[in-house]
């Protein structure tokens, strides 16, 4: 009758046994077992996994049934991977606790029964439920538990199967050899086998010493271990009610959590107490992990009882996310991005407390070596750039921005010396001083925000300008690169390192090169203040995303728009049109939708428009007024909310200058948008009525950038209406923080009793220039003047 059981529950629908003989080998299975993952990417792919539930996971806070809503989550992720083609076991608790529930409800259905018995004498005594015995509780809650798991699988269309183990099954050879063949037949029909410790006959546990090379079996996380490496698994999950393992008891003081636990740091781990139920603890469990590491089977330890992680718990492990503590035997190289981040943070302020002529010098220093060491750089780039185009997975634009020149280097070094120009007056700056009250004053002091981690794609070019930018507003950075550019970002990473050497402040600028994944960096709020994407929208959009409690500093789209008024000068016209869409259409301030008045239409200026983009090999694509105007239209526009970045855009018809601004509210970005008008009261009126980071009057939307607005370079362009819009050049990596100097004042005083009152008076901030910048400011005036004299002469 079992036998023809399952064979009945290993029947599979033609869909699952489709995805199963297409997709089950390649992508997980032929692992040869005996060494565990080293990196938590590889975790994908994981074929044989075994999940562990712990007693804290499973019973609810009571100790007195099941938690039904964290089981029914965890099922779910189960049903889902076994159906992909892996192999699932759950190794569970939660017969004690479910027996203790049914036991509980029959003792008190009991005396309540007997109470109503002897009710005619009128005496009614309190209810009470005796200690129960484990084993009873385990003996009256297995079947229960059993039939509840059944009856969740059911309804993935995934069959279970109980099986219970002692000890004895692993000492004894033979029973062992059972033990393993049977999981293995349960496997090969798609079954989930459900295994518990028989806790209605095991004895209780002893202070036994393990056996050589062998784990004994004293409680689920035991278990676990010898049966994740007794059937080759590849992973086990260790579901508990903390994080993972923390350096010390959680809740106390400098408690961290690992995110990696090696076999040699077991002397830097203090211990707590156990869990509120279960006989283990965080010592059981990780001696359980470490021996099933050693066995060649990965292991990773989470939490299991969290709300917000629960329903993706196991799959978020699956993916390589940062989730619970990862067990690997081999050691990195270099620092963990923790360690990073703590290194950047500790040499940060000291960048802060610097001199303003010593963050200058750095920043000046890093000029020279980009051009000193072009040739360095410039071969670094050619290896980037070889490998891109064979691997032929880059599309021109970003082929474009992975491009480094002599040029491109020399004009990086320009902007760089403006930065440090400006670095002499940034940090520590008094924007506001009031005067309280007689002898109390109040300063609006500029500071550091603290740690930035700055992630960019193909861009080697941005890593010297954010770092020139850290340097001059005492920020710590941390660079994530993307992998297309890594010889490139190598060598400039040294550079900025060697320039930070000048003051002792090399960690303050650190490039991640670990196996972090971006929305595992996302999630390191305690540790990061503020994230810049520099890249695609796509970039930008899943950043956002994944961000959790961490500011994001940028725009997820460049929609600009350029508005051709009735009014235009058409040599102005043909020129902004160019070179807001042809100069470089890749990028987030290149024209995306062109807006041109109702007048315009069908005239020669407009005739010029349309060469103009012809000749430029730019595809018009349609708006709907635009359309309606042509017997024979371009195509007509999927969406006017599109970034084509390219030599593509869109083209609209509008009525005026009132519904230009109505159409870049609906359908722009807020990035940059341009109005082309010889009338200043239509300009003025557009300037002051749109809402984007950048508006222009008569000029190319491509001037939307930290360099040609003079403030040296830019982390990015934002379109947030709260700290920083627009470019972000130095001041909008700087916040502020209040200092009150006093002589001994208390608000007590100011009471109405008190003999002191507010004045709140505003004093004058001075503005000294430093000698660098006045010798700067010198030159500027100078070079036009010279340029004068020489072309008189």
């Known amino acids: 009758m079992l036998l023809q059981k399952l064979n009945l529950c290993s029947q599979i629908s033609p869909q699952r046994f489709q995805f199963l003989t297409k997709h089950l080998t390649p992508e997980f299975s032929n692992r040869v077992h005996g060494s565990s993952f080293a990196h938590r990417g590889e975790l994908r792919k994981t074929k044989r996994i075994v999940v562990k539930l712990g007693s804290a996971v499973v019973t609810r806070?009571?100790?007195?049934?099941l938690a039904l809503g964290r089981l029914a989550s965890i099922v779910e992720q189960v049903a889902m991977l076994q159906n992909q083609g892996r192999e699932m076991m759950i190794v569970t608790s939660g017969a004690v606790a479910f027996g203790k529930q049914r036991l509980r409800h029959e003792i008190l259905l009991s005396q309540s029964v007997r109470q109503a018995l002897h009710s005619g004498n009128g005496q009614h005594k309190e209810m009470f439920v005796p200690a129960l015995e484990a084993r009873a509780c385990a003996a009256a809650g297995q079947s229960g538990l059993m039939a509840l798991y059944e009856a969740m699988f059911t309804q993935y269309s995934t069959c279970t199967a109980q099986v219970l183990v002692t000890n004895l099954d692993f000492h004894d050879d033979e029973k062992r050899q059972n033990l393993n063949s049977t999981l293995q037949e349960l496997l090969r029909m798609n079954i989930v086998?459900?295994?518990n410790t028989n806790d209605a006959v095991v004895p209780p546990p002893e202070p036994n010493i393990d056996l050589q090379g062998v784990i004994s079996i004293k409680d689920n996380d035991s278990?676990?271990?010898?049966?994740?490496v007794e059937m080759k698994a590849d992973l086990l999950i260790a579901l508990s009610d903390v994080e993972g393992l923390y350096n010390s008891p959680p809740g106390t003081d400098d408690a961290k959590l690992l995110d990696i636990f090696y076999p040699g740091d077991q002397q830097s781990i203090t211990y707590g107490t156990k869990s509120r139920v279960g006989i283990g603890g965080m010592e059981a469990k990780v001696k359980a992990a470490l021996w099933a590491l050693q066995g060649g089977t990965s292991v990773v330890i989470a939490n299991g009882t969290n709300p917000k992680v629960t329903g993706q718990v196991i799959t978020d492990i699956l993916e390589g996310k940062k989730v619970g503590t990862f067990f690997s035997e081999v050691k990195p190289a270099g620092p963990s991005v923790e360690e990073q981040t703590e290194m950047a943070r500790h040499s940060g302020r000291?960048?802060?407390s610097l001199h303003p002529d010593q963050r200058s010098e750095i920043i000046s220093h890093l000029a020279e070596l980009l051009t000193e060491r072009k040739d360095e750089i410039l071969a670094a780039n050619k290896m980037d750039m070889e490998m891109a185009v064979s691997a032929g997975r880059l599309p021109p634009a970003m082929l474009k921005s992975l491009s480094l020149s002599s040029a491109k280097l020399s004009s990086l070094a320009v902007g760089l010396r403006q930065i440090a120009v400006a670095a002499?007056?940034?940090v520590g700056r008094v924007v506001r001083r009031t005067r309280v009250a007689p002898g109390l004053e109040l300063e609006q002091v500029t500071v550091p925000i603290g740690v930035l981690l700055v992630i960019f794609e193909a861009r080697p070019d941005c890593l010297p300008q954010v770092s020139a930018l850290a340097v001059a507003s005492g920020n710590a950075f941390l660079l994530k690169g993307g992998k297309e550019a890594a010889n490139t970002n190598r060598v400039l990473h040294q550079l900025t390192q060697e320039a930070l050497s000048l003051h002792g402040v090399r960690e303050a600028v650190q490039m991640v090169n670990t196996h972090e994944e971006v929305e595992d960096l996302c999630r390191l709020d305690k540790m990061i203040d503020l994230i810049v994407p520099r890249g695609s929208s796509q970039l930008v959009r899943d950043i956002q995303r994944a961000a959790k409690g961490i500011p994001v500093?940028?725009?997820?789209?460049?929609?600009c728009h350029v508005y051709v008024d009735a009014d235009a000068n058409v040599d102005k016209v043909v020129k902004i049109v160019r070179d807001s869409k042809c100069d470089y259409p890749a990028a987030c301030n290149s024209m995306e939708t062109l807006l041109i008045h109702r007048e315009i239409v069908r005239t020669p200026m407009f005739d010029k428009i349309i060469e103009i983009l012809h000749n430029e090999q730019v595809k018009i694509h349609s708006g709907p007024r635009f359309a309606s105007y042509l017997t024979f239209s371009p195509s007509a526009a999927s969406s006017l909310r599109t970034e084509y970045s390219d030599l593509e855009c869109c083209l609209e018809v509008v009525d005026g200058v009132q519904e230009?601004?109505?159409?870049?509210?609906?359908?722009?970005?807020?990035?940059?948008?341009?109005?082309v008008t010889e009338n200043k009261e239509t300009a003025e009126r557009f300037l002051q009525q749109l809402d984007s980071a950048c508006v222009f009057w008569n000029a190319s939307s491509r001037f939307a950038d930290g360099y040609r607005f003079g403030l040296g370079a830019e982390v990015g362009i934002s379109t947030a209406r709260i700290h920083a819009r627009g470019p972000v050049g130095l001041e909008g990596l700087l916040t502020t923080k209040w200092v009150l100097r006093g002589d001994g004042h208390t608000v007590a005083d100011f009471s109405e009793s008190g003999s002191m009152k507010y004045l709140h008076e505003n004093i004058p901030v001075e503005q000294n220039l430093t000698g660098q910048q006045l010798a700067f400011m010198l030159a500027s005036f100078l070079c036009p003047v010279s340029k004068a004299l020489i072309d008189v002469l």
Request: a negative charge; proline letters at 2%.
């Open 193 to 195: 086998p459900i295994i």
């Open 424 to 426: 002499q007056d940034s």
């Open 553 to 559: 500093l940028g725009h997820s789209e460049g929609i």
């Open 660 to 675: 230009a601004v109505e159409h870049i509210h609906k359908y722009g970005s807020s990035h940059t948008d341009v109005i």
């Open 223 to 228: 278990l676990a271990a010898r049966l994740a």
């Open 350 to 352: 000291i960048l802060a």
């Open 61 to 65: 806070g009571d100790e007195c049934g």
